[in-house]
C-alpha cells in the first residue's frame, strides 16, 4: 500500500455544504472539520440558557461577530466530536438562513477565526485518509449528488452501502490466496505438498470472468449516470416537435402546419425507465435560404455527429421516400439508429401493420401517433433496447470510468498470468502478472493508490462535500 500524507495537523477547514442561490433555500449548512472546529463553533456561536454542548446534540442560538457582539444569523449547531463523524474529526455544522448574504458571511466569520477554505471534495478525501471510507463508497457519494434519476440514485446508494467493495475486495483476496500459494511453492516447495496447477488456473480465471462481466456491465451504469444525447431528426413537418412533447409530456417545442418551425436545436431533459435522456429536437434538414434556418440546420448536423442514438421520423402516410433516405445517410456509422414512422393515427386500420414501403428492412423501426401517443411505450422500448440499456433493472453494482479501465487492466493481467501457465514456466513467473492485478483492484478500493490520483478523483467533487 502507498503511504498517503493524512490531514495536517491542527489543520481545520471549512465551507458551505449547501447549494447557494437567491431566493432559493431556507437552510444554508457551513460545515467545519478539524481539531479547532469546536473551538471555532463555541467562539462564533452564542446559545441562550443553560444548553450543553454536547456531540450529536443540536443547540439553537445566533452566529456572532467576535469583534463587536452583533448578531449576524439566527442559526442551529451541530456538534460531532470525533471518532463519530463523518471525517473521522471533530465536526460542526452552523445551519444558517438560505440564500446569498447571511451564509457567506458566517462563512467569512468562520475563515477568519481561523478555518481554511475547503477544496472540492476535502470533507471526502479526509474521510477517506482517516479510514472511515473506501475509495468506492466516497466515489458513490459524489455519483449520489449527481444522479439524475431514481434508479441511478439506487446505484451510488448500494455503492455508499459498499456494495461494490465488497465485490471487488472478495475478488482481490482470492487473487491474493493463489499468490500466497505460489510464493510458498518459490521459497519452501521441497517442504510443502505439491501444489495443483490446474486448480490455481481455474481460480485465475473464474476471477477474469467476473472482471469482465464487471467491465460488460460498466456501461449499463454509465447510462444510468450520464444519461443518453438522443437526436430526433426528419424531414420539415414530420412531427419531431409533436414527438418530443410526446415524449417529454409537456409543450416543450412550438408545434404548426409550417415547415421550418424549428429553427434552432431544443433539448428537454426526462427520464424514460430510470435512463436519463437529453432529447433533442432539430431544425428540418432542406434546402433553404433563411439564413436563421441555416444556422439551425448546421446545428442539426452537428448534433447528428455527437448523439449517443437518432430518431429519425418520418410520415407513414408518405412511406419511406427519398429525402428520408438522405437524412438517413447523414447518420454517422455506428450511431444507434431507429427510424419511427409517425402519423399512425391517420393511416386506415388494414394498413397499419402493413410494410412501409422501400424503408431498409435491417433498420430497428417503430409506429407512433405523435398526436394520440399510441405507439409511445413501445418506442421508449425499442430506443433503450437499442442503446443497450436492457439489463439496467437488475444492475446491483456498476464500475464508474476508472473503475471500468483498473478492472479491465486488471483482467488482461489475469489474462498474461494464465497464458505463462499454460506454457508450464515455474512458479515465480505466474506470479508477476498476477502482482499486477492485485495491485489494479487495489487501486479501485484505495488499497494501493497514489495521493496525485487521489486530487484527481477528489478535486471532481462539489466543494463542501
Not at 436519463?276 to 448536423?301: C, K, Q
Not at 394498413?351 to 394520440?372: G, H, K, N, Y
Request: glycine share 10%; charged share 25%.
Amino acid at each position: 500500500m502507498i503511504p498517503l500524507t493524512p490531514p495536517l495537523p491542527g489543520d481545520t477547514i471549512a465551507a458551505i455544504a449547501t447549494a447557494v442561490a437567491a431566493g432559493a433555500g431556507s437552510v444554508a449548512i457551513v460545515r467545519l472539520s478539524g481539531p479547532q472546529a469546536e473551538a471555532i463553533g463555541r467562539r462564533l456561536f452564542v446559545a441562550p440558557g443553560a444548553q450543553d454542548w454536547e456531540s450529536h446534540r443540536v443547540l439553537y442560538g445566533h452566529v456572532v461577530d467576535p469583534a463587536d457582539g452583533r448578531r449576524v444569523d439566527e442559526a442551529l449547531l451541530l456538534l460531532m466530536r470525533a471518532p463519530r463523524s463523518f471525517t473521522r474529526e471533530d465536526v460542526v455544522e452552523l445551519h444558517c438562513h438560505g440564500g446569498l448574504v447571511a451564509v457567506r458571511r458566517v462563512l467569512e466569520l468562520v475563515l477568519a477565526a481561523g478555518a481554511r477554505l475547503a477544496g472540492p471534495g476535502e470533507f471526502s478525501q479526509r474521510a477517506f485518509l482517516n479510514g472511515r471510507l473506501d475509495l468506492t463508497r466516497a466515489e458513490a457519494i459524489a455519483e449520489m449528488i449527481a444522479a439524475r434519476s431514481r434508479r441511478a440514485a439506487d446505484l451510488a446508494m448500494a455503492g455508499i452501502d459498499g456494495g461494490l467493495q465488497r465485490r471487488i475486495g472478495g475478488l482481490r483476496e482470492r487473487l491474493l490466496d493463489q499468490l500466497a500459494e505460489l510464493e510458498a511453492r518459490v521459497d519452501f516447495e521441497e517442504d510443502l505438498p505439491p501444489l495443483d496447477g490446474t486448480l490455481v488456473r481455474a481460480e485465475l480465471e473464474a476471477v477474469r470472468g467476473e472482471l469482465e462481466r464487471l467491465v460488460a456491465e460498466s456501461r449499463q451504469g454509465e447510462l444510468l449516470r450520464e444519461g443518453l444525447r438522443v437526436a430526433i431528426v426528419g424531414r420539415p413537418n414530420v412531427g419531431k416537435s409533436s414527438l418530443l412533447n410526446l415524449l417529454s409530456r409537456r409543450e416543450r417545442a412550438i408545434v404548426t402546419d409550417l415547415p421550418g418551425t424549428t429553427r434552432d436545436l431544443l433539448e428537454s431533459d426526462l427520464v424514460l425507465d430510470g435512463v436519463p435522456l437529453t432529447l433533442l429536437d432539430t431544425a428540418g434538414i432542406r434546402p433553404t435560404d433563411d439564413r436563421v434556418e441555416l444556422l439551425g440546420i448546421e446545428r442539426s448536423r452537428q448534433a447528428l455527429a455527437a448523439a449517443d442514438a437518432v430518431l429519425l421520423l418520418f410520415d407513414l402516410l408518405a412511406g419511406w421516400t427519398a429525402a428520408d433516405q438522405e437524412l438517413m445517410d447523414l447518420v454517422p456509422e455506428g450511431v444507434p439508429l431507429l427510424l419511427v414512422g409517425n402519423k399512425l393515427d391517420a393511416l386506415p386500420l388494414e394498413a397499419a401493420d402493413a410494410t412501409v414501403p422501400l424503408a431498409p428492412p435491417e433498420t430497428p423501426l417503430a409506429r407512433i401517433s405523435a398526436l394520440t401517443g399510441a405507439g409511445r411505450d413501445g418506442l421508449v422500448g425499442a430506443l433503450l433496447g437499442l442503446c443497450g440499456a436492457a439489463e439496467i433493472q437488475g444492475l446491483e453494482v456498476a464500475l464508474n470510468g476508472r473503475q471500468r479501465e483498473l478492472a479491465a487492466a486488471a483482467a488482461t493481467s489475469l489474462e498474461r498470468s494464465l497464458e505463462t501457465a499454460a506454457l508450464g514456466l515455474p512458479w515465480d513467473f505466474w506470479t508477476i502478472d498476477l502482482r499486477g492485478a492485485i495491485a489494479g483492484l487495489g487501486a479501485i478500493t484505495g488499497e494501493e493508490v497514489s495521493e496525485a490520483v487521489l486530487e484527481r478523483i477528489f478535486s471532481r467533487f462539489c466543494i463542501g462535500k
